[in-house]
């Protein structure tokens, strides 16, 4: 079965850098891609950013471009992403995602979801 | 602000049914699949319904989906208690090239 296990949260101060990993098994990862999906305490789903399978394409929400960069190693089963700059506002849980399809701009579902990683940003 | 506007809550008694609305525009609903997720506290969200109106397996009858212009609408029949949860709607934006996700709706089963 399909299962996603994200890894690399924690408490860091604002203006550090994380870099989060999701470790994708039960189906074949290079023919899919992937997304990160972040949830602030108390509120709702937000979206971060995706991959397409074999990492040429990528696209990133307005509130993380420039600081955030996914990426991916297809040789590892791994999706990453790299966050810089982190603000107090940063803070939830990220999640990664797996993709109905393997290419990306449209994405039609997201699939599966890993149990996320809480990242907390504070001084 | 979500590019998605959903009400922020819904309740209705046991074995009574429920919708949920998610209003977009033609850069999103307007011109793509809406899906939606369903998410228990503390929890990660789940695949509800895909294209519309598609159900994975396991998800029961009761949920249903549908869209028309820039509206998409979840169903719920025969509510439960175990249904309480917080439900949302999602889809690609073509203007923002970006994943898009209403609000979230919190049903509560009284």
């Given at each position: 079965q399909v299962q996603l296990v994200e890894s690399g949260g924690g408490v860091v101060q604002p203006g550090w850098s994380l870099r989060l990993s999701c470790a994708a098994s039960g189906f074949t990862f290079t023919?899919?891609?992937?997304?990160?999906?972040?949830?602030?305490?108390?509120?709702?789903?937000?979206?971060?950013?995706?991959?397409s399978y074999d990492g040429s394409n990528k696209?990133?929400?307005?509130?993380?471009?420039?600081?955030?960069?996914?990426?991916?190693?297809?040789?590892k089963n791994t999706l990453y992403?790299?966050?810089?700059?982190?603000?107090?506002e940063d803070t939830a849980v990220y999640y990664c995602a797996r993709d109905r399809g393997s290419i990306v701009?449209?994405?039609?579902?997201?699939q599966h979801w890993g149990q996320g990683t809480l990242v907390t940003v504070s001084s | 602000?979500?590019?998605?506007?959903?009400p922020p809550s819904v309740s209705a008694a046991p074995?009574?049914?429920?919708t949920i609305s998610c209003s977009g525009s033609s850069s999103n609903i307007g011109n793509n699949y809406v899906s939606w997720y369903q998410q228990f506290q503390g929890t990660a969200p789940k695949l509800l319904i895909y294209e519309n109106n598609k159900r994975p397996s396991g998800i029961p009858d009761r949920f249903s989906g549908s869209e028309s212009g820039t509206s998409a609408t979840l169903g719920i029949t025969g509510l439960q208690t175990g249904d309480e949860a917080d439900y949302y709607c999602g889809t690609w934006d073509s203007s923002l090239s970006a994943w898009v996700f209403g609000g979230g709706t919190k049903l509560t089963v009284l």
């Open positions: 023919s899919y891609a992937m997304h990160w999906v972040r949830q602030a305490p108390g509120k709702g789903l937000e979206w971060v950013a995706v991959i696209y990133y929400a307005d509130s993380v471009k420039g600081r955030f960069t996914i990426s991916r190693d297809n040789s992403l790299q966050v810089n700059c982190l603000r107090p701009g449209p994405t039609e579902y997201l | 602000q979500s590019v998605l506007t959903q074995g009574q049914k429920v």
